[in-house]
């Protein structure tokens, strides 16, 4: 047992120890004070209501969920980014998250340069990356799969479309296994695609749905952002009926009786897993995003039951891996 003396030398001590790491420009007290800020880099505008906006989420969710300084600059072009991810961590930021694939090279580029910051990325592969890099790897053809076998049951004249926008690799993959679904689901229906060339151009997306829907289209999936709309506006005007789906947020309601199901992407969840990494002190790491963490579907509607359950019980199935999917990125290859 301590005696009276032991303790109050201990206690004295403590004390003085206390108040020397109060005293300001102490050094260790301005390493244990360093309070991490977070900041994300967008390539939109917010007011999509889609990916940016998904982007947009994620640096509010991070501020509410770990108590930190959040910030977001949208509408930044690739050839933009690397002066605002300067300007960041020059203002302090220690965690700056890039919110596209587009932003790859930039990362790789800034991450040996700044060693003491974090950085984290979304990619297409499980890629080596610095050692002050997370990687979101997105799993995009894993969530467009079961869409392929919504379209193939619910399709009345099998022709179905897919409609993307620049042509990404994650689109190209997406394609193939959709592609692969409907052979599986539908083998009589057809699959037609085809790149506008402009993720939110709703303009180019509205002529190309009119043309797929003139050869007897009556489903289409889209790989668009602000597109949808246009694509919406051709299937109110068809004179068949035709369905869509959308991808990102809901948007069930600017068509309720056209959509037939929404992929959602929320980005919220991967984020989260590598802020939270980084909060404890690991530098590096691989989030993989797909469905059932970052991807999800919602609003199935406007087919049969028979539809809807196939479609859910495929998704489970991509899920939980039951369903080996093939991976194809540098080509659309459909399935014959």
């Not at 004179?239 to 600017?254: G, Q, R, S």
């Amino acid at each position: 047992m301590k005696s009276k003396w032991t303790r109050r030398f201990l206690f004295t001590v403590a004390t003085f120890v206390a108040l020397w790491l109060a005293v300001p420009g102490f050094p260790g007290r301005a390493v244990a004070a360093k309070a991490h800020k977070f900041a994300i880099i967008l390539p939109g505008p917010i007011e999509d209501a889609d990916y940016n906006f998904r982007g947009y989420q994620v640096s509010q969710d991070i501020k509410k969920r770990f108590n930190i300084a959040t910030s977001y600059s949208e509408r930044i072009s690739p050839a933009d980014a690397e002066r605002v991810a300067r300007e960041y961590i020059a203002s302090g930021y220690t965690i700056i998250g890039f919110h596209g694939g587009q932003f790859i090279r930039i990362v790789k580029k800034l991450a040996p340069k700044f060693p003491e910051v974090n950085f984290i990325m979304e990619s297409s592969g499980k890629g080596k990356v610095p050692k002050n890099v997370w990687n979101i790897h997105r799993f995009f053809y894993e969530g467009f799969y079961p869409f392929g076998v919504l379209a193939g049951l619910a399709t009345k004249t099998n022709k179905v479309g897919v409609i993307a926008g620049i042509q990404l690799p994650d689109f190209k993959a997406s394609i193939n296994t959709i592609s692969d679904a409907l052979k599986a689901t539908n083998p009589k229906a057809e699959l037609v695609y085809a790149f506008t060339g402009n993720q939110n151009d709703p303009a180019k997306a509205r002529q190309t749905a009119e043309a797929m829907i003139a050869t007897g289209v009556d489903f289409i999936i889209n790989m668009v952002n602000l597109g949808v709309y246009g694509v919406i506006e051709a299937a109110k005007k068809a004179k068949h009926k035709v369905l869509v789906t959308t991808f990102y947020t809901d948007k069930t309601d600017k068509a309720p009786k056209h959509f037939a199901g929404t992929l959602i992407v929320d980005f919220r969840p991967p984020f989260a897993k590598a802020v939270g990494g980084i909060l404890k002190g690991t530098r590096t790491g691989y989030v993989p995003m797909r469905p059932g963490n970052g991807f999800e579907l919602k609003s199935l509607g406007n087919v049969s039951a028979e539809a809807i359950a196939k479609t859910k019980e495929a998704y489970e199935k991509v899920r939980d891996g039951s369903i080996k999917l093939r991976l194809e990125m540098r080509k659309v290859r459909l399935a014959k």
